[in-house]
Structures are given as C-alpha cells and as structure tokens.
C-alpha cells in the first residue's frame, strides 16, 4: 500500500499536468481557428468601408505562447491610394483577443503603378485596442527608419484613444529630410507635434475617403501644432478638415519667436513671392508685432495659406483627389466657408 500511495503521488500531478497542457492545446488550436476565420470577416468590413483588402498568403502559427497571423503578400487599395506590404504578421495573446500587434515587413510599396513609391522601414507596428463589441477603443502607431527615394523621416508616432467627444489623439514626427540630390537644400524637420480630437470618431471607412468623412461633418479640433523646421517655429491652435478636393481648410492662431527668418525662408524656397512676403511683414508690423515675436491668424482655404490677412503661398492637396467626394457648400467652424 505505501508503495502504490507514493506512485500516485508521482501519477496524479503528472496526469494532471498531461490533462492541462491537452487542454491548452486544445484551447490554442480553438483560438488559432477563430483568428483564421476572421480573415474573411476583415476583407468583408474593408470591402464595406470601400477598401479593397486581400489578405495574400495566410499562416497561422507562434505556438504555445501566442497566436500569430502571418500575410505575405497581402494588399489593400482604396480611392487613390495601394498599400503593398512585403508581409504583415498580426499576434495575439489566447487570453486577451481584444489587443492585437501588428508588424508590418521592412520593404511596402505606395500609390497606384506605374507611379507607385518603394518605401523602406526599420520599424513599422501597431497596437489595436477593442471592446466586447470589437469598437476600436485604442491606437498606437509607430514608424522608424522611413525612406522613399525623395525623403527620410527619422521617426513617427500616432496615438489616439476613443472619448465621448470623439478620438484623442496625439501624433509626432522627427527628423524630416529631403534626400533628392537635384533639389535645393533645405533645412531638415527637427520635429513637429499635433494634439487634438477628431470629431466625430473616424471609421475605416474615413481611410478609405477621408474627405467623404470630412463632408460629414468630421473635424480635428487642434489643442496644440508646435513644429520647427529650419527657421519656421511655431506654436499654434485651431481647427482643420477638409474640402471637397482633399485640401486643408482651417483657422488657426499661430505664435512664433522668428517671424523675419520665417517669411526669408518661404521667399528664400521660392514658395511665396517677394511681393507677398513683404505685404505679410507690413501687416504683421501693422498688427503691432515690431520684434521677431509674433501671434497672428493663419488660414488655409481653396489650397493658399493667408497669414494675417495676406494671401502667402499655395499647398497641394493632402489626400489624392480621385479620393475626394463631390463638392457641396458647407460652413467651417470658424466661420470659413468652401464651395467646390
């Protein structure tokens, strides 16, 4: 009897161990099937939201500590944009299905061929965050090493988080440089900072046309733009969308300690004219501003910047036009209005 009492001390943990680690596996491969099931469910919501996903190439694996979902090949379009990863491997803990990793591969491709843009990442990856009902809670997005054959950008992050007023968000970019060895040299980006909130929250369907949710009625509402770049710095607040040709449209109050450097610099890059850059120092003396320092409004309406009632220089247009909903009159928060 002492004999078979010390057996089944030996047995009984084993056999339990042997059960839990069956039932683990079995619990895992659950997990895996449900993550590879979902493939299909993602391409059907891209497809709602008018985005053309294809997964590419699937494989799940990252047994026994967490489940991994590897896209080789994989592609997404949407009106005027393709985005052309080398792979993408997407992980998950088996405990906690509402927090996904995303890890984009080192080499992407961008824009629609022939004119498509070979893009290269030291680091690309993101953290998604999702409630029971799998609302998009959290975001964070982070970018290293990015270069394409005109620029490189140091380094890039986008944080945003859902709130009653819509999503928080939180974005910075460091180390701009322009690598074309046939253009003027310019100063490189140090840095640039955005915080605000977009309202209403974006859905996917906001990637795929970011001017229709624009037109909706979507704004972001700009608590804070510090950005240096050479002699432009500055520091300012206000609010942006977009118009019916994917232009920036908005009002801001901008403060900066540089104001003289700055309007050399736009004259200097042949971005404004000397004509307007000495209007726009006129006006801000006018204003009272006499030193370097200054506060001033700034707008942005139909592609041209105005810079204390002076119509400075002209910016293309931040999303592809094609991408771009029909135009229709509406009011800018700020009083602005734009007419397609």
């Known amino acids: 009897m002492p004999a078979l009492l010390k057996k089944l001390r030996v047995l009984l943990p084993a056999a339990g161990l042997l059960v839990a680690a069956g039932g683990y596996t079995w619990w895992w491969h659950a997990v895996a099937d449900a993550v590879r099931s979902h493939v299909p469910l993602m391409v059907a919501a891209g497809a709602e939201a008018g985005i053309a996903l294809d997964p590419g190439t699937t494989e799940v694996g990252g047994f026994p500590y967490r489940v991994e979902l590897a896209l080789r090949s994989a592609t997404a379009a949407g009106p005027g944009w393709h985005w052309a990863p080398e792979q993408v491997r997407i992980f998950v803990q088996p405990w906690n299905l509402r927090h996904l990793v995303v890890l984009a591969g080192s080499a992407h491709q961008w824009g629609r061929a022939p004119g498509a843009t070979a893009l290269a990442a030291n680091v690309l990856r993101a953290s998604l965050v999702h409630d029971r009902d799998g609302v998009l809670q959290r ?52 840095h640039a900072l955005l915080e605000g909130t977009l309202a209403p929250a974006p ?58 450097g700055a ?51 002209r910016v293309p247009p931040l999303v592809p036009v094609s991408a771009a909903s029909p135009a229709r009159r509406r009011s800018h928060p700020d009083g602005l209005h734009e007419s397609g």
């Open 203 to 260: 859905g996917l369907a906001a990637l795929a046309d970011p001017a229709r949710w624009a037109h909706a009625g979507g704004v972001l509402e700009v608590s804070r733009l510090a950005f240096a770049w050479g002699p432009l710095q500055g520091d300012a607040q206000g609010t942006a969308t977009l118009d019916a040709d994917g232009r920036l449209l908005g009002a801001f109050t901008l403060r900066t300690g540089n104001f003289p």
């Open 263 to 313: 309007i050399r610099f736009l004259e200097d890059q042949g971005w404004t004219s000397p004509a307007a850059a000495r209007a726009a120092e006129a006006a801000v003396v006018e204003a009272g501003h006499a030193t370097a320092e200054a506060t001033f409004a700034v707008t942005v309406q139909d592609g041209e910047v105005t810079v204390a009632g002076v119509p400075l220089l």
């Open 139 to 190: 975001i964070s997005i982070e970018a290293t090493g990015l270069s394409a054959p005109h620029w490189s950008l140091g380094r890039i992050e986008l944080h945003a988080r859902r709130t009653p007023d819509g999503f928080e968000t939180a974005s910075r970019l460091e180390d701009g440089r322009g690598t074309d060895r046939g253009a003027p040299a310019r100063p490189h980006i140090q």
